[in-house]
């Protein structure tokens, strides 16, 4: 689709991004607005998305692949890390697919005009709502449980609508055995992590799935999947996961003489800024962290050697960019409250928390945090940057900041991923607005929360209403 929008990256007198940094004024900005505007304008706590970042960072993900490898390559954008309404219609204009996980998901990417042949459903315990919806337009379906092919089938036929069906696999990564990660998925090396998650079917499976579905006229075969999760920020390890796809392929030729036209090696892809970014547990989560490049050069690289060695012909390539897609392009904006000071440690506290920022708490994660007003001021303090929840809800444990007073703003980068989408109400705290900015133009996108929102999906039963309220 034709965009004429200028992605020419913005001279900043200190850069975070192409499209984010330290504006004229000595401020944050974002794009060409200066963030303590924005604050005043929306209020806080306020996500922000810089829309030309966003496209920024998936066109160096397009050119990546298009660059290295020799197939045809598509992106589809992991909805999950930002699944509002206007990201995806940036992504439809870009010309992105998409990884939908649930009926919402799929939902939300049909109502905003995606076409649904770009669209993947994956989920390990899908519902016949959502195969339902799946069929009657049209999307590939990432079978991801034994008796989902004969649901598939039975629906496909009450619907009279042919259906396109991938296999997520379940890959062996051997040579994963000795190389640890990020414990998203509960202890051990990325193999034994791999291992022990509820996703992806066996060999012996996928081909007793692919010489069943080759009989059911209904059923069109398209791709294999898998999805390796942010264990690593090595860019190697991708590449070895897309090789022992392509291993795979081979595997099911052998066994049932249909070779996968299409793979889909997924996300999890990392990202790094020169002041880092990222698990507190990646020390190099920095400007030497993989660039898509890298990331398609390795993985294109893998996958043709492995294709020239088992006589395949190159796929058709996919691939899932969620957090290192959206999280460069967000900001999220806090008002300091109480400033208290201990014995031995200082409390920042703010209005934002881990609610907003939930990858804080859950995954020990860092997001760079600066002041909005006089973003490069001195930090001459350490201090934890808490929000106001009935936990630690740390932020920004020993944050070297300047001096912080109440009404001062403070801002946590690349935060476009997996924030709202996972914003909690812990304490009924209302969930922020989201706005997005382009150039000088700022537009709310998703509404703040009011207390309606929350109080208004509770019910009363009489009998309590008249333990109350009853003479």
């Known amino acids: 689709m034709k965009n004429d929008i200028d992605l020419t990256p913005v001279d900043y007198s200190e850069s975070y991004g192409e499209f984010i940094g330290v504006g004229p004024n000595g401020n944050l900005w974002v794009d060409g607005c200066d963030v303590a505007e924005l604050a005043k304008q929306f209020g806080t706590p306020l996500f922000i998305i810089s829309e030309r970042q966003f496209r920024y960072t998936y066109r160096q993900f397009r050119d990546a692949f298009r660059t290295h490898y020799k197939g045809e ?64 337009n049209g999307l590939c379906i990432n079978i991801d449980a034994m008796d989902e092919l004969d649901r598939i089938d039975e629906i496909s036929k009450r619907l009279g609508k042919d259906v396109d069906v991938g296999i997520r696999l379940k890959l062996d990564l051997d040579p994963l055995a000795g190389k640890a990660g990020v414990a998203m998925h509960g202890p051990g090396s990325m193999k034994e992590q791999s291992d ?43 590449a070895i996961m897309a090789r022992e796809m392509v291993t795979w392929s081979g595997y099911i030729r052998d066994h049932t003489g249909w070779t996968p036209p299409c793979i889909d090696i997924g996300g999890g892809w990392t990202f790094g800024k020169w002041y880092g970014t990222g698990p507190r547990s990646q020390i190099d989560n920095d400007e030497t962290a993989p ?103 740390e932020l920004g444990p020993k944050a070297q900041m300047p001096s912080l007073d109440r009404g001062d703003l403070v801002a946590f980068l690349d935060t476009g991923g997996y924030t709202e989408s996972c914003a909690a109400r812990y304490n009924a705290q209302l969930l922020p607005a989201m706005i997005l900015v382009n150039g000088d133009q700022a537009e709310i996108t998703t509404e703040r929360e009011q207390l309606k929102d929350i109080a208004g999906r509770f019910r009363v039963p009489p009998r309590l209403l008249a333990g109350s309220f009853a003479k």
């Not at 190159?314 to 208290?340: F, I, N, Y």
């Open 73 to 136: 390559s598509e992106i589809l954008f992991a909805n999950k890390s930002n699944n509002g309404l206007a990201y995806r219609h940036i992504m439809n204009q870009e010309g992105a697919g998409g990884d939908c996980f649930g009926v919402n998901e799929m939902y939300i990417a049909l109502l905003a005009g995606t076409d649904p042949k770009t669209l993947v459903l994956n989920g390990s315990n899908k519902q016949t709502e959502e195969l339902e919806m799946a069929i009657a």
């Open 291 to 393: 660039t898509p490049d890298e990331y398609a050069r390795l993985c294109s690289k893998e996958i043709e050697e492995e294709c020239k060695k088992l006589g395949l012909e190159l796929p058709r390539l996919r691939l899932e960019p969620g957090r290192a897609l959206s999280g460069p392009s967000g900001v999220t904006v806090g008002t300091v409250g109480a400033v208290k000071q201990g014995d031995k440690k200082k409390w920042v506290n703010l209005d934002l928390s881990t609610n907003h920022l939930s990858w804080s708490a859950v995954l020990d994660w860092y997001y760079h945090n600066l002041p909005v007003v006089n973003a490069k001021a001195e930090r001459s303090e350490t201090v934890d940057l808490v929000g106001p929840l009935c936990n630690s809800d």
């Open 196 to 238: 022990s998650t509820k996703w992806g079917m066996s060999r012996q499976q996928t081909v007793e799935i692919v010489k069943k579905a080759l009989d059911m006229p209904n059923i069109n075969l398209k791709e294999t999947h898998f999805h390796l999760s942010r264990m690593s920020n090595d860019a190697m390890d991708f």
